[in-house]
């Protein structure tokens, strides 16, 4: 794999974690921030726009993961793709937490 390839499968990894949190909320009709909001990331998008915006997520991810050559037979691809996974969903817990109330 080539250094660029690593940096795809991280930002695949990226992008499929913020899938779940706008999904999630987006089908169970609940509101949450999106970049879309007024003030952007801080106020409440409908559960359409969450839907929606959970579906580009999901695309971009793939995309980066098909650019890169991923595959989940290959070690370093899937610890990269996992760390990208695992650090913004550590950063989404935490930002979130402090935002949305449950």
Do not use: E
């Not at 794999?1 to 089908?27: E, K, S």
């Amino acid at each position: 794999m080539q250094w660029y390839d690593y940096l795809y499968c991280f930002l695949g990894g990226v992008f499929t974690a913020n899938f779940f949190p706008h999904f999630i909320r987006g089908v169970t009709g609940a509101q949450f921030p999106t970049p879309f909001a007024k003030p952007p990331g801080r106020g409440m998008s409908s559960a359409l726009v969450n839907v929606l915006w959970a579906l580009l997520n999901i695309v971009v991810g793939y995309a980066f993961l098909w650019a890169a050559g991923f595959s989940r037979l290959d070690i370093p691809s899937l610890v990269t793709a996992f760390v990208g996974f695992a650090l913004m969903s550590i950063l989404l817990g935490r930002t979130f937490s402090q935002r949305v109330g449950t």
